[in-house]
């Protein structure tokens, strides 16, 4: 007697082999489904490996390569697949997904981290073929594979996935069902409380128009509000709407990369496209060139120069430690990091904490509370004062920085891998050390962006009418300004030059106590302890004010540096210039980068600018 049970979706799981994969194609042959008897709750099954028994049109059509198995998670697609009658095993060929998740686990699978794939499929018909000690055997011959996975641990193919009771698939089975005990259950006609259901969408319906009505009132846009409550928008959507029609907010993309493979990103060369624009040849930087084309069509203008991809200024490159990977051949780690990596390890402000927003495109627009509600006490049966959050929002719009270097006719000559990292490794620094600056101390006038000590409202600390030495009290100062501010929390820290740091290490807290301000020497990080916070020195903290009578005065810095924030739009731009030092053979490369700076809320931050050092 045939019988139909709620299965669900059940599972197998293969070791992947990685010796196929064909890394500039992105495709990794597998193998899904074999003829093994895997133990389920009704009995051993047998998949059976005839094409005539297995449905292929969904993994022919485009079938999903997912992760773990989610849905909505994903990463590739199924290119090929096939029965191979003879092997009796399902073979597929899976392709990864050039975004930013495909490529992530795609990397994980070259490097032998993610090892296992697993098939999600259906069974529609299973049939007894044989019984021994009590134990049922059944044998599919009718089931679909739905879909293939990358997953990290194989899936516990016994424990009878799919067996819950609003599994989404049935299966037939032919035989042998009454043997086991199994009976067809009798679905119960659930019984629903109308009432409660009203009370519930009616709560939740006053819950969307007051929280509507509350967005509205806040931004000024009742017409609005009235708008999306008569036409059902759901809170979320009318968020979205005030975003872009109230605060003309851009939403920050990060597609910026033109997909280039493994293979191009390797064999891509900062010293042949530097050579190549010098030379004004591009004969022999093809890739380079193409490169620098696909990103001119994605941020919509010309170079100065050539355009370096965010595939390569982000990519990992050879690992010197080990010798498979690149040991052999590097002699020093300046490949061990990516460009990206490389200019912002050399910010002393990212040390600090200052957070960074990559590949934007577009004006971007954060939001910030200026104003918060008020708290009443009340008397019994009394209401408070309704109050509302004040919210605003500020903005960040791309400003061109540039920074050169020079690079000899000679060392352009070479090719090795080492001159290849020391070219990234220096225009990197330069490019740098332009940003630090701009974020310490940029005046937010002639296309700067505006730095730290030039941001309206930070804490004042000050010394004396011409400056004065700083002191412990001055330290204590700082900190109490911003947490007066309620703002003494996050990435908290001090920074200053090289000066104000050897002035505090030989000042004592209180005569004669032999304890000084600031007890120990930065390390080669530039970063030490002071008052029991983080302290960099930096000589791009200005050491060159004037108060008064008072010159050379060095600025002191404390606050919340995650609340300092930098943009970066669009690709690196390389503007090679072989002619300002031609008679010296030199040829300087000036580095062009779009970033903003600002800092989110100016009561994070406090300065004391007037310190005498000498």
Same mark, same amino acid.
């Given at each position: 007697?045939?019988?139909?049970?709620?299965?669900?979706?059940?599972?197998?799981?293969?070791?992947?082999?990685?010796g196929?994969?064909?890394?500039e194609?992105?495709t990794?042959?597998?193998?899904?489904?074999?003829?093994?008897?895997?133990?389920?709750?009704?009995?051993?099954?047998?998949?059976?490996?005839?094409?005539?028994?297995?449905?292929?049109?969904?993994?022919?059509?485009g079938?999903?390569?997912?992760l773990?198995?989610?849905?909505r998670?994903?990463?590739?697609?199924?290119?090929?697949?096939?029965?191979?009658?003879?092997e009796?095993?399902?073979?597929?060929?899976?392709?990864?997904?050039k975004s930013?998740?495909?490529e992530?686990?795609?990397?994980?699978?070259?490097?032998?981290?993610?090892?296992?794939?697993?098939?999600?499929?259906?069974?529609?018909?299973?049939?007894?073929?044989?019984?021994?000690?009590?134990?049922?055997?059944?044998?599919?011959?009718?089931?679909?594979?739905?879909?293939?996975?990358?997953?990290?641990?194989?899936?516990?193919?016994?424990?009878?996935v799919?067996?819950?009771?609003? *599994?989404?698939?049935?299966?037939?089975?032919?035989?042998?069902?009454?043997? +086991?005990?199994?009976?067809?259950?009798?679905?119960?006609?659930?019984?629903?409380?109308?009432?409660?259901v009203?009370s519930?969408?009616?709560?939740?319906?006053?819950?969307?128009?007051?929280?509507?009505?509350?967005?509205?009132?806040?931004?000024?846009?009742?017409? +609005?509000?009235?708008?999306?409550?008569?036409?059902?928008?759901?809170?979320?959507?009318?968020?979205q709407?005030?975003?872009?029609?109230?605060?003309?907010?851009?939403?920050?993309?990060?597609?910026?990369?033109?997909? +280039?493979?493994?293979?191009?990103?390797?064999?891509?060369?900062?010293?042949?496209?530097?050579?190549?624009?010098?030379?004004?040849?591009?004969?022999?930087?093809?890739?380079?060139?193409?490169?620098?084309?696909?990103?001119?069509?994605?941020?919509?203008?010309?170079?100065?120069?050539?355009?370096?991809?965010?595939?390569? #200024?982000?990519k990992?490159?050879? #690992?010197?430690?080990?010798?498979?990977?690149?040991?052999?051949?590097?002699?020093?780690?300046l490949?061990?990091?990516?460009?990206?990596d490389?200019?912002?390890? /050399?910010m002393?402000?990212?040390?600090m904490?200052? /957070?960074?927003?990559?590949?934007?495109v577009?004006?971007?627009?954060?939001?910030?509370? #200026?104003?918060?509600?008020?708290?009443?006490?009340?008397?019994?049966?009394?209401?408070?004062? &309704?109050?509302?959050?004040?919210?605003?929002?500020?903005?960040?719009?791309?400003?061109?920085?540039?920074?050169?270097?020079?690079?000899?006719?000679?060392?352009?000559?070479?090719?090795?891998?080492?001159? &290849?990292?020391?070219?990234r490794?220096?225009?990197? #620094?330069?490019?740098?050390? *332009?940003?630090?600056?701009?974020?310490?101390?940029?005046?937010?006038?002639?296309?700067?962006?505006?730095?730290?000590?030039?941001?309206?409202?930070i804490?004042?600390?000050?010394g004396?009418?011409?400056?004065?030495?700083?002191t412990?009290?001055?330290?204590? %100062?700082?900190?109490?300004?911003?947490?007066?501010?309620?703002?003494?929390?996050?990435?908290?820290?001090?920074l200053?030059?090289?000066? *104000?740091? %050897?002035?505090?290490?030989?000042?004592?807290?209180?005569?004669?106590?032999?304890?000084?301000?600031?007890?120990d020497?930065?390390?080669?990080?530039?970063?030490? /302890?002071?008052?029991?916070?983080?302290?960099?020195?930096?000589?791009?903290?200005?050491?060159?004010?004037?108060?008064?009578?008072?010159?050379a005065?060095?600025?002191?810095?404390?606050?919340?540096?995650?609340?300092?924030?930098?943009?970066?739009?669009?690709a690196?731009?390389?503007?090679?210039?072989?002619?300002?030092?031609?008679?010296?053979?030199?040829?300087?490369?000036?580095?062009?980068?779009?970033?903003?700076?600002?800092?989110?809320?100016?009561?994070?931050?406090?300065? +004391?600018?007037?310190?005498?050092?000498?």
């Amino acid at each position: 007697m045939n019988r139909t049970i709620k299965t669900g979706k059940l599972y197998r799981s293969f070791e992947l082999d990685r010796g196929d994969i064909d890394e500039e194609k992105r495709t990794v042959p597998i193998s899904f489904s074999s003829e093994a008897e895997v133990e389920r709750w009704f009995g051993n099954e047998i998949l059976d490996h005839q094409k005539k028994s297995v449905n292929l049109d969904r993994l022919k059509s485009g079938g999903p390569l997912l992760l773990n198995h989610n849905s909505r998670d994903q990463i590739g697609v199924v290119e090929e697949a096939k029965i191979d009658s003879k092997e009796r095993v399902g073979r597929a060929v899976v392709r990864f997904s050039k975004s930013q998740r495909g490529e992530e686990i795609y990397q994980d699978v070259l490097d032998g981290i993610r090892r296992s794939v697993s098939v999600g499929y259906r069974i529609h018909e299973i049939e007894l073929e044989k019984e021994k000690d009590g134990v049922s055997t059944f044998r599919a011959n009718s089931w679909e594979p739905l879909e293939v996975s990358i997953v990290p641990i194989p899936a516990d193919v016994s424990v009878g996935v799919g067996r819950e009771s609003d *599994a989404e698939y049935t299966t037939t089975i032919r035989g042998g069902l009454a043997k +086991m005990g199994v009976e067809e259950k009798k679905e119960k006609t659930p019984v629903v409380d109308l009432d409660a259901v009203r009370s519930e969408a009616i709560k939740a319906e006053k819950e969307r128009v007051a929280e509507i009505a509350a967005l509205g009132n806040a931004h000024k846009c009742r017409d +609005m509000a009235e708008k999306a409550i008569a036409g059902s928008k759901t809170v979320d959507s009318f968020r979205q709407e005030i975003l872009t029609e109230v605060l003309n907010a851009v939403p920050v993309r990060t597609d910026a990369n033109i997909g +280039m493979s493994e293979k191009e990103k390797k064999d891509f060369s900062f010293v042949r496209a530097i050579n190549a624009a010098a030379s004004r040849n591009w004969k022999d930087a093809g890739l380079e060139r193409e490169a620098s084309d696909a990103v001119e069509k994605i941020v919509g203008r010309t170079p100065q120069g050539f355009f370096v991809p965010n595939d390569v #200024t982000n990519k990992r490159d050879l #690992t010197v430690g080990t010798a498979t990977a690149g040991g052999n051949l590097v002699s020093t780690d300046l490949l061990s990091d990516s460009f990206i990596d490389l200019l912002r390890n /050399r910010m002393l402000v990212r040390s600090m904490g200052a /957070r960074i927003l990559g590949g934007l495109v577009g004006d971007v627009a954060i939001p910030s509370q #200026t104003g918060g509600a008020t708290s009443f006490w009340v008397a019994e049966s009394g209401s408070p004062t &309704e109050t509302q959050q004040t919210l605003g929002q500020i903005g960040m719009t791309p400003k061109t920085v540039g920074a050169f270097t020079d690079i000899s006719r000679k060392l352009l000559l070479q090719s090795s891998i080492d001159i &290849e990292g020391l070219v990234r490794t220096d225009l990197a #620094t330069v490019l740098a050390l *332009a940003i630090d600056s701009a974020a310490i101390n940029g005046t937010g006038a002639t296309n700067q962006p505006t730095g730290i000590l030039n941001t309206a409202g930070i804490g004042d600390v000050a010394g004396g009418t011409n400056g004065a030495a700083p002191t412990w009290a001055n330290i204590v %100062a700082l900190w109490k300004a911003v947490a007066a501010s309620n703002a003494a929390f996050g990435s908290l820290g001090f920074l200053t030059t090289t000066n *104000a740091a %050897a002035k505090l290490m030989t000042t004592e807290k209180a005569t004669g106590t032999a304890q000084f301000v600031w007890p120990d020497f930065p390390g080669e990080d530039g970063l030490a /302890r002071l008052a029991g916070f983080r302290a960099g020195v930096s000589e791009q903290v200005p050491s060159n004010l004037t108060k008064g009578s008072g010159t050379a005065l060095s600025a002191i810095i404390f606050g919340n540096f995650a609340d300092l924030i930098i943009g970066e739009w669009g690709a690196l731009d390389v503007l090679v210039d072989p002619y300002t030092g031609g008679t010296s053979g030199t040829t300087r490369v000036r580095v062009l980068q779009d970033i903003d700076i600002l800092v989110r809320h100016a009561e994070s931050f406090s300065a +004391m600018k007037d310190a005498i050092t000498t």
